[in-house]
T-cell receptor
Framework: GDSVTQMEGPVTLSEEAFLTINCTYTATGYPSLFWYVQYPGEGLQLLLK?????DKGSNKGFEATYRKETTSFHLEKGSVQVSDSAVYFCALRIQGAQKLVFGQGTRLTINP | NAGVTQTPKFQVLKTGQSMTLQCAQDMNHEYMSWYRQDPGMGLRLIHY???????DQGEVPNGYNVSRSTTEDFPLRLLSAAPSQTSVYFC?????????????FGPGTRLLVL
């Protein structure tokens, strides 16, 4: 079945460090890929998305490229801030389907 | 726009009690969904709706009922609460014409079943 595997957390970094959170997927069709972020006590917010191979999603300094050959959608940011501390979820949606399939989430903590 | 709203924010139930979690959206989205979030498991789809009067099951529907009488509202009913239903519940909506079908989430309802 369709699935998403994320880098195990928690991840702790210092401010201004480089961030990578790995995400790989298994899908029967051609999925759209998403990164959602959940700040403490809040719901999920869309961070970025890519709907086809080689697309790059970007927002708030975060980037992820849809790599069909490696079935990956790794999240990167060049210089993290304390305010980036949150839980990050990678997700996919198969074309024509309503359901989002989520990874287990990666908790990120940024220390000043 | 208020976006997606959920009530209550927090609820404690005893085993066997029933309750309804409310969800409303003011974006005129056709699609609405209910997810539950459990530690280490991401979010899992309970039920979803593609429009008023149309609902379908997700991957974990047992113990839950839904209905969609209006575009705006999509309540989730727990028929007889069990401790296994202790979770955080999120409602989401999306727009049919959005190719990526981006989902907009509510703030969540934290449910504790004793």
């Amino acid at each position: 079945g369709d699935s998403v595997t994320q880098m195990e957390g928690p991840v702790t970094l210092s401010e201004e460090a480089f961030l990578t959170i790995n995400c790989t997927y298994t899908a029967t069709g051609y999925p759209s890929l998403f990164w959602y972020v959940q700040y403490p006590g809040e719901g999920l917010q869309l961070l970025l998305k890519a709907t086809k191979a080689d697309d790059k999603g970007s927002n708030k300094g975060f980037e992820a490229t849809y790599r069909k050959e490696t079935t990956s959608f790794h999240l990167e940011k060049g210089s993290v801030q304390v305010s980036d501390s949150a839980v990050y979820f990678c997700a996919l949606r198969i074309q024509g389907a309503q359901k989002l399939v989520f990874g287990q989430g990666t908790r990120l903590t940024i220390n000043p | 726009n208020a976006g997606v709203t959920q009530t209550p924010k927090f609820q404690v139930l005893k085993t066997g009690q029933s309750m309804t979690l409310q969800c409303a959206q003011d974006m005129n989205h056709e699609y609405m969904s209910w997810y539950r979030q459990d530690p280490g498991m991401g979010l899992r789809l309970i039920h979803y709706s593609v429009g008023a009067g149309i609902t379908d099951q997700g991957e974990v529907p047992n113990g839950y009922n839904v209905s969609r009488s209006t575009t705006e509202d999509f309540p989730l009913r727990l028929l007889s609460a069990a401790p296994s239903q202790t979770s955080v519940y999120f409602c989401a909506s999306s727009y049919e014409r959005d190719r990526g079908r981006t989902q907009y989430f509510g703030p969540g309802t934290r449910l504790l079943v004793l």
